[in-house]
Each structure stands twice: as C-alpha cells, then as structure tokens.
C-alpha cells in the first residue's frame, strides 16, 4: 500500500477506470485462468466494490431482457434483495445433495439462472459435472444467462476440483461473479464480474450514474500484491491453514457431539451447517449457543420462499477462530444442546 504513494503511481489519486484499473484486471484473469479455469481477457473484467455492488451492475445490465430468474432456494439476504428491488419474478429452485434440480430449471421459463455452484450457500453442495453440461445446455437452447457466484472457490478440501461453470461455457451464457473478500479480506471490498462478449457491448453503452466505486488505492494495492506473488503464496498458505481449522472443527464434533446429528457442506468453504436431531429448534439452538457466548447463525433466513425452511439446521464459521477457540466452542455447544 506504501508503494501506491510513489510518485509513478500518481494515478491512484484521481477517479480510475470506469471498469476498474486495467493493470489489476490483467492480474485477475491470469489468476482466474490459473485458480479457476475461467477463460477470458482483461477487457471482460468489471471491478465492483464487493458482490452486491456487481450484482447490482449485472442486474441492471440484464433487466431490459430478462423478466424471470430461477434461483437456488436458499440465497443470502443481499441478493434476495437485490432481485425484488430490480423487479425479477423469482422462481425458486429446489436443491439436492449434488446441486440444483434440473427439473425445476426446465420448468421455470426463466431467462436467468443465479447459482453458486461451487459451494452452495448456506447449504454447502457442489453442483456435479453432469448437471453442470446440462445447466449449460439449457441455457444454449434457451438463450438464456447463468450467473455463477464463485465466492469461495478458491478453498476446496475434498474430491476432485470442479472447472467453473464460466470454463465449460462456448456460448457465451455465463456470467462469472467473484470477490476478494474470502481469499483475502472483506475490508477491501473488491469484487468483479467476467461478462460475456455481448454483456460487456451492453455494459460500454450504458449511461453510468456513477464512478468506478471500488478504490484505486487499494485496486492498486491488491494488483501490486498480486503481481509479485504474494497472493499465490498467501492463498496456498490460507488453503492448508483452513483445511487444518476444518479438520479440527470436525474432529471435535465427532468427539463431542451426539451421533444422530448431521454436519453439512463440509468439502469446501469457510464454514458448515449442523443439523441436530435433539427437538430443539433454530431458535432454541442459537439462544442457548448465545448464553453459553458461542456464536451460531440461523439458515431459515435464506429460504427464497417461505415455507422452504430446513429443520434445526444452524450455520457455524470457522476461518477466523483459533483452533482452541474451535474445540472449546464445540465442547460448550455440546453441553448446552443436549436434551
Ligand atoms: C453467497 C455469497 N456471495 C458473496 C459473498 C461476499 O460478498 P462481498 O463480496 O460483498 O463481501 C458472500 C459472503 O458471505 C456470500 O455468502
């Protein structure tokens, strides 16, 4: 960040390119190449300040074509809001141990899929290779757009990597949707989205009622970061301490906690869910959690629509605890969940 100050970066003082720094947009898609198999060139790189921010872009680039969008059923709060407020009927799409069901895509007359097919959240599934090629065949036949939300993409712990969706596509029908804040940290707030050829014609033409909202400063920053290998390193590093928190969070629930009770999405990602079998609802999980100063969150809150609640299922992070904080969070949720 200090270098971002010397006098050959002078640049980082005035407003920046509309769609984002061009040198920290070369960066992304090497890295996206290398990491994800997501083709594309610089000049399909939008820089946004964090997801919501990107969506907001996609969806208003979208909204004259598209009238309905199938959605996983369960979505975070952001992005259910963001599709009422563009006016998008939604058309929820059930999930399965493997994903999406496809079934549910054929039937929505939809012109727009919202996925995150690598590391569904909450629930945690990956979207398997066939549905993947039928996903994609679909929105061939149909003209119509995926929007894949890779947000934590990078952190896989298990099974094969899975190419991104944006990889597979000839067609130009997927929109790639990515951020910084799990790999590195949300405080940077940068995010970005890969356009198909015939989005990104859209995006040049469009009338902007503001600048590039993502800071050149730290647009610099992360690309100088980035450009001397850092980030690689950091993210092999992040890679195998994650997956280390991960072991350990799973091997004091097997040690801790009742048998019948189910951990979900643990393959990948930053955080699992816990379905308890004991009688205690949501409510009663998280309350109890709270008195014993353990912080659990609800998943009933991402149902698309109402109704689509899974049972006493509660979301637990784990990417930013100590492994003591880890074992002695379980061995009090433990205590305080059982009867
Ligand atoms: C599905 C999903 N997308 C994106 C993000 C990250 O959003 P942002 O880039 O605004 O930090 C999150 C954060 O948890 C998320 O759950």
Redesign the pocket.
């Known amino acids: 960040m200090n270098r971002c100050f010397w006098p050959e970066n002078r640049k980082v003082f005035l407003y920046g390119d509309l769609q984002g720094e061009p040198e920290l947009r070369v960066e992304i898609a090497s890295y996206l190449r290398q990491i994800r198999g997501v083709h594309c060139t610089p000049e399909q790189i939008i820089i946004g300040a ?3 921010h990107s969506l907001d872009l996609l969806f208003q680039l979208l909204r004259d074509e598209v009238k309905t969008i199938a959605s996983e059923d369960a979505v ?1 709060a952001g ?1 259910k809001a963001l599709l009422g407020q563009h006016g998008f009927e939604c058309r929820p799409l059930r999930l399965e141990a493997d994903g999406i069901k496809l079934e549910d895509v054929y039937e929505s007359g939809a012109q727009a899929v919202y996925v ?1 097919p690598s590391h569904q ?1 909450p629930f945690g599934m990956t979207l398997s290779a066939g549905k993947r090629i039928r996903l994609l065949k679909w929105a061939q036949e149909q003209q119509a757009y995926i929007i894949e ?1 890779d ?1 934590d993409g990078e952190f896989r712990y298990g099974g094969k990597p899975i190419p991104s969706l944006q990889g597979l596509d000839n067609g130009g029908r997927v929109v790639y949707v990515g ?1 910084f ?1 799990k790999v590195l940290t ?1 405080s940077f707030r940068i ?1 970005y989205l890969v356009l198909p050829p015939m989005l990104l014609e859209r995006f040049r033409l469009m009338r902007h009622s503001y600048d590039q909202l993502a800071s050149p400063i730290l647009q610099k920053t992360l690309q100088l970061f980035m450009q001397a290998g850092d980030f690689e390193r950091h993210m092999r590093k992040m890679r195998s301490l994650y997956q280390r928190k991960r072991d350990i969070l799973l091997q004091a629930i097997r040690q801790h906690m009742p048998e019948d009770m189910e951990v979900i999405g643990a393959d990948s990602g930053l955080h699992i869910l816990i379905r308890m079998h004991n009688g205690l609802d949501e409510a009663q999980l998280i309350a109890r959690a709270k008195q014993a100063g353990v912080a659990v969150y609800p998943t009933s809150t991402y149902a698309l629509v109402p109704g689509l609640v899974p049972p006493s299922t509660v979301l637990l992070g784990f990417g930013g605890l100590s492994a003591e904080h880890i074992r002695e969070g379980i061995v009090r949720l433990a205590d305080v969940w059982r009867d």
């Open positions: 964090g997801t919501y975070n992005t995150t959240f939300n947000y951020t804040s949300p995010s």
